[in-house]
C-alpha cells in the first residue's frame, strides 16, 4: 500500500483560495491512480477529482468543475487540489487516496467512487465561512 499524509487544510472565507498537498510513501507512485474525494458531516464521501500519477492527466466531478485543479510533483512524490471561489458548500474533510493502475480498460478517470481505491489519508479539515 501507499502512505498518504494530507495537508494545507484551514478556514477560510466565502471565495477564497486553499491548496491541500497530499505526499505519497511507500510503494512505487507512477502506477497509481490518485484521488481526492471529501465528506461533509452527515453526507456521503464525494468525489473531487483524480489524477492518473503517470499521465498526469486529471478529471473532476461536477463540483469541482472550473474550480479546482489537481497536480502533481512527481520527484516529491505528492498531489495537490489547489481550490478557488469556496463556498460553505465546500465545508468537509477532505481525503486523497491512491488506487493501483490497472490498465487501460480501468483507466483513472472511471475512478470515481471510493471502494476503488487501496489507500488513504487522515484527511484535512476545510472550513468555508
Known amino acids: 500500500h501507499v502512505q498518504l499524509v494530507e495537508s494545507g487544510g484551514g478556514s477560510v472565507q466565502a471565495g477564497g483560495t486553499l491548496r491541500l498537498s497530499c505526499a505519497a510513501s511507500?510503494?512505487?507512485?507512477?502506477?497509481?491512480?490518485m484521488g481526492w474525494f471529501r465528506q461533509a458531516p452527515g453526507k456521503e464521501r464525494e468525489g473531487v477529482g483524480v489524477?492518473?500519477?503517470?499521465?498526469?492527466?486529471?478529471y473532476y466531478g461536477d463540483s469541482a468543475k472550473g474550480r479546482f485543479i489537481i497536480s502533481q510533483d512527481n520527484i516529491k512524490n505528492e498531489i495537490y487540489l489547489q481550490m478557488t471561489n469556496l463556498g460553505p458548500d465546500d465545508t468537509a474533510v477532505y481525503y486523497c487516496?491512491?488506487?493501483?493502475?490497472?490498465?487501460?480498460?480501468?483507466?483513472?478517470?472511471?475512478?470515481?467512487?471510493?471502494?476503488?481505491?487501496?489507500?488513504w489519508g487522515q484527511g484535512t479539515q476545510v472550513t468555508v465561512s
Open positions: 489524477i492518473s500519477a503517470q499521465a498526469g492527466l486529471a
Open positions: 511507500g510503494r512505487t507512485y507512477s502506477k497509481w491512480c
Open positions: 487516496a491512491a488506487g493501483r493502475y490497472r490498465g487501460a480498460s480501468y483507466p483513472c478517470s472511471s475512478r470515481r467512487t471510493p471502494n476503488e481505491y487501496d489507500s
